[in-house]
């Protein structure tokens, strides 16, 4: 399933979108700020296509303008979360190649991946975590209206080895449905 917005088209990865996730991932100020590591490889990337980002309701976040996989957005529902929430629940996952930094591109994704996930998949709260230093990622979540809710400590990512401090927020689906949230 695709889902679209005024300038983006979410669709599934697909294996021939590797060297285009590699470009992106391979940056150093994407990954290990999101906790995971820089891609090494176009070989790296397809795999990580296959093992990782062909989950369900895992997007590649697409230009319309240029029909190019420039991030990634997902729903991570109930056990499927890093968060412990139940199957009513889910979690929002997102990252942006850092030339699209800075256009709103993100919260554009997020808030479509709040619909799908209110919308579509009937979930009633939606959480966002993000580590302690990724300063775009929380204004991303202060913008489409997630508010804090906790603080975890020695969180471990995918990074072997790493521990982080996360700090979560959460959206009920009430409150999206009163509206004028996201800016």
Request: charged residues 25%; hydrophobic residues 35%; contains cysteine.
């Amino acid at each position: 399933m695709n889902l679209e917005t005024q300038r983006l088209i979410l669709r599934p990865w697909q294996e021939s979108d590797a060297e285009a996730l590699y470009k992106y991932a391979s940056h150093p100020d994407v990954g290990p700020i999101a906790g995971w590591a820089v891609h090494t490889s176009v070989k790296n990337s397809r795999d990580i296509i296959r093992g990782i980002l062909s989950a369900p309701n895992t997007y590649a976040v697409v230009l319309k303008e240029t029909n190019e996989p420039v991030g990634s957005v997902g729903l991570m529902i109930g056990k499927a979360a890093n968060q412990d929430i139940p199957e009513t629940e889910g979690e929002i996952g997102y990252w942006l190649g850092v030339p699209y930094w800075g256009h709103g591109l993100i919260p554009e994704a997020v808030r479509e991946m709040i619909r799908h996930g209110f919308e579509d998949q009937h979930l009633e709260k939606l959480w966002c975590g993000y580590f302690d230093g990724n300063e775009k990622s929380k204004r991303v979540q202060d913008k489409c209206g997630f508010k804090y809710h906790h603080t975890t400590e020695n969180v471990p990512c995918a990074i072997p080895g790493l521990l982080r401090t996360e700090h979560v927020s959460c959206l009920l689906k009430e409150e999206w449905e009163k509206g004028n949230i996201c800016s």
